[in-house]
């Protein structure tokens, strides 16, 4: 499994392998192994909407369960997923952009339209349709390492649930 298909199961799917919004966070754990909690958690024992992460996967968690999920990306560098999502792989190449998604979500069959409210400025999104899995590409900043400096990279795919 490559990190393209993790994107595209997502974007389809709303899934991460087994990973849901509505699961617990236990369930979640005890997939993932633990997870490192925000401070925010840490502090305040039980606070909702903030994150617990897996080196680039981040599950968003309200009562206990979860209600968000993001895959981070850094164009230009080398992140990591927990085993669970991309196996056979500690690291890969965090470099994905705009043309090469959308190409493999057209090829897929998913569905997915421009995300107005997200796109402005030096950032563009899309919505996948009907899983709502948002994908946020944006300009390389001046330190990130990337052959094509005019070209939108993938910098986060969400999906959040209330």
Avoid: K
Wanted: aromatic share 6%.
């Amino acid at each position: 499994m490559t990190l393209m298909d993790v994107l595209v199961s997502f974007a389809r799917t709303g899934r991460v392998g087994p990973l849901h919004c509505g699961m617990s966070l236990a369930e979640a754990e005890d997939l993932l192994g633990p997870g490192r909690p925000h401070p925010a958690h840490i502090l305040c024992p039980g606070i909702d909407g903030y994150p617990y992460s897996w080196d680039g996967l981040q599950l968003m968690v309200t009562q206990s369960a979860v209600s968000g999920i993001w895959i981070n990306l850094w164009p230009g560098s080398t992140a990591r997923l927990p085993p669970l999502v991309l196996s056979e792989s500690e690291s890969f190449e965090a470099t994905v952009l705009r043309e090469d998604l959308t190409a493999a979500l057209d090829d897929a069959g998913c569905r997915h339209v421009v995300n107005s409210r997200l796109t402005f400025g030096r950032q563009s999104s899309l919505v996948t349709q009907p899983a709502d899995v948002c994908a946020v590409f944006s300009l390389p900043g001046r330190d990130n390492r990337v052959p094509h400096r005019d070209r939108h990279y993938l910098d986060v795919m969400h999906l959040r649930r209330a």
